[in-house]
């Protein structure tokens, strides 16, 4: 159900809200700077202003409504009407608007939250801090590492191992942990304690008639060698997502980090489990370290923890690594470490009802009940000319775009393919993601069996658009259409189906 305010939204009182909100549109072009935005494009674009949420469901200021496919930014687990969530953060807000977690401050509902964490974690996980964001945990997890080797007689343990195409966040530390060049080239900065392990990716960078084992196999004997490269004795701890998110849900291959977990062990190195995505049901299980079996020394949350109703993180840590904490705060006399809304009440009031509804209503059960057919309509997906390498678990899921599935060759990077299709999605009331020329999708944990089909629907809807706007370059002119005996009259009906239309040249002509 809406939440009250947009019940009473109604008539005449709507269509002042509508015209509010598209000068909303002028004054955000005006005075807003995006994050990870064309901000040329956006120039000259009407910004799509949401109005407000209900269900898996947005609607812009227009009345436009949206099936979001993507929880926003992976986050909006329990959808955008959840009425415990906003009651649950005014009670907090009327009682303690805020407090800071300094000097052993605390307040009841972190308390609460923080023993609620360790409960659902894995067992060896005894200790949470609380950050604002994914970015702030990940970058805490990478200082509590270096805290850890310092004072357990491993100073020169610095050097962070990533993986190429993995996400970690947008701070300074953080881009550079993400393995993504184009994010490195923007910021201008060099870390050399980070190092970069192979992509591990099965389709795209497997050899000719190798299995996934022995892909797997071979990504940890190159680990091993990285290692060794970089001697042992330098290297902190590794970082990785259960399933890559932002690198376009990259699956792991068949015992890939049942081979990479003993190797961190041999040498010492912390293995960081970044389930910034993951956490909180999204694979079918409370973590995705349960799904694949991993045994983290550090484990970071963020996004489903509160199901972005309000910002909060937490960085998760084994006893040992806390002892160590433990020991450099006897020796400083302060764990040096902190921001000013670490712990925020009003989060962890809203964390702590989250995790109370995933509890009730079983959330983690129903995502396992419709994840079977929200990966089968995702596997229907290869029977397209263009689309390969369909892939998921749980309720989120990836795809590619390729000009020649027997071939694997892309689109020229110029064509923009994803783009074409994430914007035909949006024509078409859906929002999904394009990473490149890989889309992925990852709807609210509540999706209802109906609102999957209702999903896929319109997903190939935009793909059939997509397709034939990619087709068209093959199709010069309407006259060459008709010397391949295929007549005008017939492309003009197969492109209205797609609610397409033909300019002069037989161009079909869809905003994209």
Known sequence: MPIPYFDAVKSENRNVLKDSLRHFSELDRAYHLHSFTDLKQHESEEAIVIEYGNGIYLVDSKGRKYLDAMSSLWCATLGYSEPR???????????????????????????????KLIALSPPQLTKAY?????????????????????????????????????????????????????MHEFSGARFPEIIYADFPNYFTEARHGESESEFAARLANQLERLIAE??????????????????????????????????LRKHGILFIVDEIICGFGRTGEMFGSITFNLKPDILTVAKGMSSAYFPISATLVTDPIYLALVESSAQKGVFSHGFTYSGHPVGAAVALETLAILEEREIVRHVKTVSKPFQQAVRQLDEYDHVTNTRGVGLMAGFDLVQNKRTRANFPPELGAGAILMNSAEKNGLFVRAIGDAVVIAPPLIIAEEEIDELFDRLRWAIEQTQILLSWRARPSVSTMVQTRQ??????????????WIDRDGRPAVPI
């Open 130 to 182: 609380f950050a604002g964001s994914g970015s702030e945990a990940n970058e805490s997890a990478i200082k509590i590492a270096w805290t850890y080797h310092k004072f357990t007689g491993n100073p020169r343990k610095r050097k962070i191992i990533s993986r190429f195409n993995g996400y970690h966040g947008s701070a300074i530390f953080s881009t550079h942990l993400s393995g993504m060049p184009a």
């Open 230 to 263: 970089n001697d042992p004795e330098t290297i902190a701890a590794f970082i990785a997502e259960p399933i890559m998110g932002v690198g376009g849900v990259i699956v792991p291959p068949n015992a890939y980090f049942e081979k990479i977990q003993p190797i």
């Open 85 to 115: 969530l906003v009651e649950a953060a005014k009670r907090q807000m009327e009682s303690l608007p805020y407090s800071h977690t300094f000097r052993g401050r605390s307040s009841e509902k972190l308390a609460l939250l923080a023993e």
């Open 487 to 500: 007549t005008t009259s017939d492309f003009v009906a197969r492109t209205a189906k797609f609610n397409c």
